[in-house]
């Protein structure tokens, strides 16, 4: 019976310690930086990596008052391109330590 109890007491210490490596890596990408762009660069939304936008610049040349579809487009291209940044670099980090586990 007490050969049991400390193998459950070091698969716990086990998981304290991914969890603790797990919450270092998140925190690690949220304080990354990820540029997203748009076509020829024209719009570059950056985010950290807990997906708060802190800058967003859009070149004066496609700032055309007859075409806001085509600016708006270009926002949400760099939007999506920043946000799809931080999930392929959250799934790569994290991927590491949640592979094979059972949840």
């Known amino acids: 019976m007490m050969k049991g ?3 459950m007491q070091g698969m716990m210490k086990q998981m ?3 969890q603790k490596q ?5 925190d690690t990408i949220n304080a990354s930086e990820f540029i ?3 076509t020829n660069d024209y719009v570059q939304a950056t985010f950290t990596g807990d997906r708060k936008m802190t ?10 008052p007859e075409d806001v579809e085509m ?3 270009l926002v949400i291209m760099a939007v999506n391109d920043a ?8 799934e790569q980090t994290l991927g590491k330590y949640t592979k094979g586990l059972p949840f």
């Open 5 to 7: 109890m400390g193998n």
């Open 16 to 18: 304290q310690k991914l």
């Open 22 to 26: 797990m919450t270092e890596a998140q």
């Open 36 to 38: 997203g762009k748009s």
């Open 55 to 64: 800058a967003l610049e859009i070149k004066e040349e496609v700032i055309d």
């Open 71 to 73: 600016l708006s487009d």
């Open 83 to 90: 946000l799809a940044q931080i999930d392929k670099t959250t």
